[in-house]
């Protein structure tokens, strides 16, 4: 995949290294979480053995992450999650579940940014509590379908229940995406889209935000 030729592993893990030498993490969002460290790289095996389980591929350049880089850690937001864990930082990550994963071997079913229409995010004024128990319930039930995220899987987060979300299957593999449904904001790609390059700038944000040499 083209998306694999800007990866340079060595120089990524150099720059995180002096990143993480620095004293003021605090002035990245996030950073006091994972101090600018990745876990211990998988092997290919484990990765392929994963992807057998979940009977889905992971696209070329985040697998070299996790193979080359790192399982976790270092990231946007609050850092990555190692692979098959979402939703927190060290030893309270959580595995995943069918809230947070529908079925990564189906073909993601965005195009483009997603949400419901506007009259849709908010219940009508006139309600009792009774019908606005019901409308809460019906829309939950709808809103967030882990039918939505099907072809994709959670890589970080940014807090408020806001994740980032990496398609795996369908023509869009490789993409990173914000699911901000919490928010009503729905669902998006993230900017620069590309896993490799969401990354890259992120560290080139870091680095230019602790004053370290790239």
Same mark, same amino acid.
């Given at each position: 995949m083209g998306a694999q030729t800007v990866w340079n592993a060595p120089g990524v893990k150099e720059r995180l290294t002096s990143l993480a030498s620095s004293h003021e993490h605090d002035h990245v969002f996030g950073a006091n979480g994972h101090?600018? &460290?990745?876990? !211990?790289p998988l092997s290919s095996q484990q990765? /392929?053995?994963?992807?057998?389980?979940? $009977?889905f591929q992971l696209p070329g350049d985040y697998r070299l992450f996790l193979t080359a880089v790192g399982n976790g850690g270092a990231g946007p937001g609050y850092g990555l999650f190692p692979l098959?864990?979402? =939703?927190?930082i060290g030893d309270d990550m959580k595995p995943w579940d069918d809230f947070l994963v529908g079925r990564p071997g189906s073909q993601f079913p965005?195009? !483009?940014a997603w949400n419901l229409p506007l009259d849709q995010l908010q219940p009508p =004024?006139? &309600? $009792? #509590? /009774? #019908? &606005?128990d019901a409308w809460f319930e019906h829309h939950d039930t709808e809103y967030f379908d882990p039918r939505l995220v099907d072809g994709a899987i959670p890589i970080a987060h940014f807090g408020c229940a806001? !994740?980032?979300?990496l398609v795996v299957t369908g023509p869009l593999a $490789? #993409?990173?995406?914000? =699911? =901000?449904?919490?928010g009503d904001q729905g669902i998006y790609p993230c900017e620069p889209v590309q896993f490799t390059h969401w990354y890259l700038r992120w560290l080139e944000e870091a680095e230019r935000h602790l004053g370290a040499d790239s």
């Open positions: 101090h600018f &460290l990745v876990g !211990r990765v /392929e053995g994963f992807e057998t389980e979940w $009977g098959g864990m979402a =939703d927190d965005h195009e !483009r =004024d006139e &309600l $009792g #509590q /009774e #019908q &606005l806001i !994740r980032i979300y $490789g #993409q990173v995406w914000t =699911d =901000d449904r919490a």
